[in-house]
Nanobody, 119 residues
């Protein structure tokens, strides 16, 4: 069974920084594309950033220039460095991954980690 577990969330003042981590566990897995999402209250789920296995990245317009996505394939881990945080960044951040186990691909989601930015 493949699991994604996020960590690193917390309470920070506006202008501060946090680093989120997402660790995948399970036997025989290979991580393909990975991503961070958030869903503000009353709004649709929002793509924060994506990263391919080779390290190509894309960012949502709201976080460009402030957030950096990265990964360590050897550790099955993805990161999100969040700088210059704003109150509107407050949300639960979920990681997601396209995971290959054997010859099958699965979309796997983590439970999320809360980020709260105070003004």
């Amino acid at each position: 069974q493949v699991q994604l577990v996020e960590s690193g969330g917390g309470l920070v003042q506006a202008g501060g920084s946090l680093r989120l981590s997402c660790v995948a566990s399970g036997s025989g897995l290979s991580l393909n594309d990975m991503a961070w999402y958030r869903q503000p209250p009353g709004k649709q789920r929002e793509l924060v950033a994506t990263i391919t296995r080779d390290g190509a990245t894309k960012y949502g317009d709201a976080v460009k220039g402030r957030f950096t996505i990265s990964r360590d394939n050897a550790k099955n881990t993805m990161y999100l460095q969040m700088n210059n945080l704003k109150p509107e960044d407050t949300d639960v951040y979920h990681c997601a991954a396209d995971v290959r186990v054997g010859v099958r691909d699965y979309d796997v989601w983590g439970q999320g980690t809360q980020v709260t930015v105070s003004s």
